[in-house]
């Protein structure tokens, strides 16, 4: 077996067998493949495909490339992930909720991706939190709060790593195949009994219609299923922000809000359903609802506040967190208003343009070096359906500089529709699993 008889399978058109692609996989993680053949590989998979019986052994072969983690516990391991949207800080609050309703949750999780936030970024925005941690410090996290937010480790699916890398600068991100190669493999090493997905679509999603979120839940689904992880997924509706606030303190300080009860909103109300959801496909409720109810409680009760408290003391971040959040978070120097230009109600909302903005104004990577500002970002963003006054705040720009934020404002006014009443999606719009 070698790199180029996998590349010439594909490029006549034929299936690679589960050896081959197990062989591809650990070539990746060992260096036997070269990055030119890992971009031809995957311009291959783009360009050809793989049927579901390939997908599933390409993403099991890049999970086995490195360590699987097994667990002990007394209770089941579960998780979520999200396919990324704007204002998207369920990780926040789903995963301490879930640990108060006695199940473990060790979340590998992921940094800013175009104009997506990310849930490690988020962490760091508590200082002293650090999430690169070894298995041991990961370990005793879950052990002590019932959950960890953490980057993945070198050896955690290592095939994915180098793959990914060449996905980005040859054009093949956008293949169902290695979109669920890539994101599988890293949640199903860290050995789960059960996951939710929830699968974005609208224009702050990277899936902007809902064949294309449908067509990928299903095949996530399947091959994580198929994989020995049972898996459901909800489609959900990302034309507007999930919360109100986008950037990195600011959304750990909206978490704050639904974890101790101040709010719920959109933000509270899915954590409910894919919290209710995972409960209830693990066997530990008798349908998604009563799993909703019980996610709904641990946030009411502050059970779930003190759990994320615990997991962000274990990280190295400040006791004390929860009781005094938003004295521990960075403030940008620069705070103004975005006027709307004109009376009337917000009929659309370009959620890509708004984290684009949050990007622009250093809460992203533009390049992979980039150092990302946690105190920067949009605040009080106004939903779809609001009646708003001309002059009246959509939005609050939160900046380093005044020149920054100038900009921002341009960007998210041209980004805010006032027109007619809008059709508002139903927040969940589908479950698959």
């Known amino acids: 077996m070698d790199a180029r008889q996998v590349i010439a399978c594909l490029r006549r058109g034929e299936e690679?067998?589960?050896?081959?692609?197990?062989?591809?996989?650990?070539?990746?993680?060992?260096?036997?493949?070269?990055?030119?053949?890992?971009?031809?590989?995957?311009?291959g998979v783009c360009l050809r495909g793989l049927c579901d019986e390939g997908r599933v052994a390409l993403t099991c072969a890049m999970r086995d490339s490195g360590r699987v983690l097994r667990w002990e516990m007394d209770a089941p391991v579960l998780d979520k992930h999200s396919t990324g949207g704007v204002g998207d800080c369920v990780s926040l609050v789903l995963a301490p909720a879930l640990a108060a309703c006695g199940v473990y949750v060790p979340m590998i999780s992921g940094?800013?991706?175009?104009?997506?936030?990310?849930?490690?970024?988020?962490?760091?925005?508590?200082?002293?939190?650090?999430?690169?941690?070894?298995e041991a410090g990961f370990r005793d996290v879950v052990a002590k709060a019932g959950c960890a937010i953490v980057s993945a480790s070198k050896d955690i699916a290592p095939a994915d790593r180098r793959l990914y890398a060449v996905r980005d600068v040859t054009g093949t991100?956008?293949?169902?195949?290695?979109?669920?190669?890539?994101?599988?493999?890293?949640?199903?090493?860290?050995?789960?009994?059960?996951?939710?997905?929830?699968?974005?679509?609208?224009s702050g999603a990277f899936m902007k219609s809902e064949d294309e979120a449908r067509a990928l839940a299903r095949a996530l689904v399947d091959?994580?299923?198929?994989?020995?992880?049972?898996?459901?997924?909800?489609?959900?509706?990302?034309?507007?922000?999930?919360a109100h606030s986008l950037g990195n303190a600011l959304e750990v300080d909206a978490s704050m809000l639904v974890?101790?009860?101040?709010?719920?909103?959109?933000?509270?109300?899915?954590?409910?359903?894919?919290?209710?959801?995972?409960?209830?496909?693990?066997?530990?409720?008798?349908?998604?609802e009563e799993g909703a109810?019980?996610?709904?409680?641990?946030?009411?009760?502050?059970?779930?506040?003190?759990?994320?408290?615990?997991?962000?003391?274990?990280?190295?971040?400040?006791?004390?967190?929860?009781?005094h959040w938003q004295?521990?978070?960075?403030?940008?120097?620069?705070?103004?208003?975005?006027?709307?230009?004109?009376?009337?109600?917000?009929?659309?909302?370009?959620?890509?343009?708004?984290?684009?903005?949050?990007?622009?104004?250093?809460?992203?990577?533009?390049?992979?070096?980039?150092?990302?500002?946690?105190?920067v970002g949009l605040s009080d963003v106004l939903p779809l359906g609001t009646q708003v006054a001309k002059g009246q705040p959509l939005a609050r720009v939160h900046a380093a500089r005044t020149d920054a934020a100038e900009a921002?404002?341009?960007?998210?006014?041209?980004?805010?529709?006032?027109?007619?009443?809008?059709?508002?999606?139903?927040?969940?719009?589908?479950?698959?699993?």
């Open 16 to 43: 690679p067998s589960a050896e081959a692609l197990t062989w591809f996989a650990n070539g990746l993680a060992d260096g036997r493949v070269s990055d030119a053949q890992a971009g031809a590989f995957a311009m």
């Open 111 to 134: 940094r800013g991706l175009g104009h997506t936030g990310g849930t490690l970024d988020k962490m760091e925005a508590i200082p002293g939190v650090v999430t690169t941690l070894n």
């Open 173 to 202: 991100v956008e293949s169902l195949d290695l979109i669920c190669a890539s994101i599988l493999s890293k949640k199903l090493a860290a050995g789960l009994d059960g996951l939710v997905l929830d699968v974005k679509v609208g």
């Open 223 to 242: 091959t994580a299923t198929a994989a020995g992880c049972p898996t459901t997924a909800l489609i959900t509706d990302m034309s507007q922000p999930l």
């Open 259 to 288: 974890l101790t009860g101040a709010q719920h909103g959109r933000l509270g109300e899915l954590s409910e359903a894919l919290g209710g959801t995972l409960l209830h496909s693990a066997g530990l409720c008798g349908s998604p």
């Open 293 to 323: 109810a019980r996610i709904g409680q641990a946030l009411a009760s502050g059970a779930a506040a003190e759990r994320f408290g615990r997991m962000v003391a274990a990280m190295g971040g400040p006791v004390g967190f929860v009781e």
């Open 327 to 375: 004295r521990f978070l960075p403030e940008a120097t620069v705070i103004c208003e975005v006027a709307a230009p004109e009376a009337g109600v917000i009929s659309a909302i370009d959620g890509e343009a708004l984290g684009l903005a949050v990007v622009a104004l250093g809460g992203g990577r533009q390049v992979e070096s980039d150092v990302v500002d946690p105190s």
């Open 408 to 433: 921002a404002v341009i960007a998210v006014r041209a980004a805010m529709t006032i027109g007619g009443t809008p059709e508002v999606a139903p927040l969940v719009r589908e479950r698959l699993g």
